[in-house]
T-cell receptor
Framework: SQQGEEDPQALSIQEGENATMNCSYKTSINNLQWYRQNSGRGLVHLILIRSNEREKHSGRLRVTLDTSKKSSSLLITASRAADTASYFCATGDTGRRALTFGSGTRLQVQP | GAGVSQTPSNKVTEKGKYVELRCDPISGHTALYWYRQSLGQGPEFLIYFQGTGAADDSGLPNDRFFAVRPEGSVSTLKIQRTERGDSAVYLC??????????????FGPGTRLTVL
């Protein structure tokens, strides 16, 4: 079963703009991770944020985590056409190693 | 190898047949995971191995699904009496599982299974 929902389901922006995706979840988590997927195949890990962290940066990526609201956001700054992909949040629930994925946000960056 | 590999990349079979899907994890990764992804959805967990043993098989949908990892490296996902609803992309992931840590999982390219 899916953990929660990502919002929006689809997003279309122009190159150079920022893209923000949100993720909500339902259970108690140990960590939350964001993945990118191109063409419906292998997922690429982007960033991991632990439950005791509130914000994390990696290059053009910024992730926030609000455990009181059970939500996270992924910000991609200065987007590029190559950022076009589906983005998934995945939670590591307390006591489990398996990841529980959301349904994803499909990002289209227009050149 | 450099990453997680999965074979075959595509598998077409007929309803009722038996299939095996193979995953070769990153060398040295003790944890191995199988997920299934249907069109337009996120991956759904099937089973997790720590070493040779299945530490969590709570995601397997029914007893037609079985997975093994006999030597703690390569894993095979086995599906008996396939049904059309089994059609999906089957993803394998591995991670280095340090004690008390939760690490990123590295995914393979997946096997696209089509049951006719």
């Amino acid at each position: 079963s899916q953990q929660g929902e990502e919002d929006p389901q689809a997003l279309s922006i122009q190159e150079g703009e920022n893209a923000t995706m949100n993720c909500s979840y339902k259970t108690s988590i140990n960590n939350l991770q964001w993945y990118r997927q191109n063409s419906g195949r292998g997922l690429v890990h982007l960033i991991l944020i632990r439950s005791n962290e509130r914000e994390k940066h990696s290059g053009r990526l910024r992730v926030t985590l609000d455990t009181s609201k059970k939500s996270s956001s992924l910000l991609i700054t200065a987007s590029r056409a190559a950022d076009t992909a589906s983005y998934f949040c995945a939670t590591g629930d307390t006591g489990r190693r398996a990841l529980t994925f959301g349904s994803g946000t499909r990002l289209q960056v227009q050149p | 190898g450099a990453g997680v590999s999965q074979t075959p990349s595509n598998k077409v079979t007929e309803k009722g047949k038996y299939v095996e899907l193979r995953c070769d994890p990153i060398s040295g990764h003790t944890a191995l995971y199988w997920y299934r992804q249907s069109l337009g959805q996120g991956p759904e967990f099937l089973i997790y191995f720590q070493g040779t043993g299945a530490a969590d098989d709570s995601g397997l949908p029914n007893d037609r699904f079985f997975a093994v990892r006999p030597e703690g490296s390569v894993s095979t996902l086995k599906i008996q009496r396939t049904e059309r609803g089994d059609s999906a992309v089957y993803l394998c992931a591995s991670s280095f599982q340090g004690s008390g840590s939760y690490n990123e999982q590295f995914f393979g390219p997946g096997t696209r299974l089509t049951v006719l």
